[in-house]
Nanobody, 124 residues
Framework: QVQLVESGGGLVQAGGSLRLSCAAS????????MGWFRQAPGKEREFVAA????????NYAESVKGRFTISRDNAKNTVYLQMNSLKPEDTAVYYC?????????????????WGQGTRVTVSS
């Protein structure tokens, strides 16, 4: 029983920034690896970023590397995604997910719990 709730999405112009948050509740001991995925209109869900329990290991999709930063605050049971230099191609619904031991965790099947998603729209 883990609940994940995303927030922070919205409408932003190209080049702008947004900070997404994902608050976990319930069995937070099951929130080892945390990840962010996104699904753009007409496209399949894709991996964005992942972070280990300690925060010492991270992994990013090449399309967002250098622009996005994933972090977590375990005292607050919250994971963040700082998104800078946003592009119209970043427009999607962003989902937070919780999974097991960190490896690379780029596949959705490696995660056990999912949030409801928060929509990000980047205008050109």
């Amino acid at each position: 029983q883990v609940q994940l709730v995303e927030s922070g999405g919205g409408l932003v112009q190209a080049g702008g920034s947004l900070r997404l948050s994902c608050a976990a509740s319930g069995r937070t001991a099951s929130t080892n690896t945390m990840g962010w995925f996104r699904q753009a209109p007409g496209k399949e869900r894709e991996f964005v970023a992942a972070i280990s329990w300690s925060g010492g290991s991270t992994n990013y999709a090449e399309s967002v590397k250098g622009r996005f930063t994933i972090s977590r605050d375990n005292a607050k049971n919250t994971v963040y995604l700082q998104m800078n230099s946003l592009k119209p191609e970043d427009t999607a619904v962003y989902y937070c997910a919780a999974g097991g031991t960190f490896r690379r965790n780029t596949n959705s099947g490696e995660y056990n719990y999912w949030g409801q998603g928060t929509r990000v729209t980047v205008s050109s």
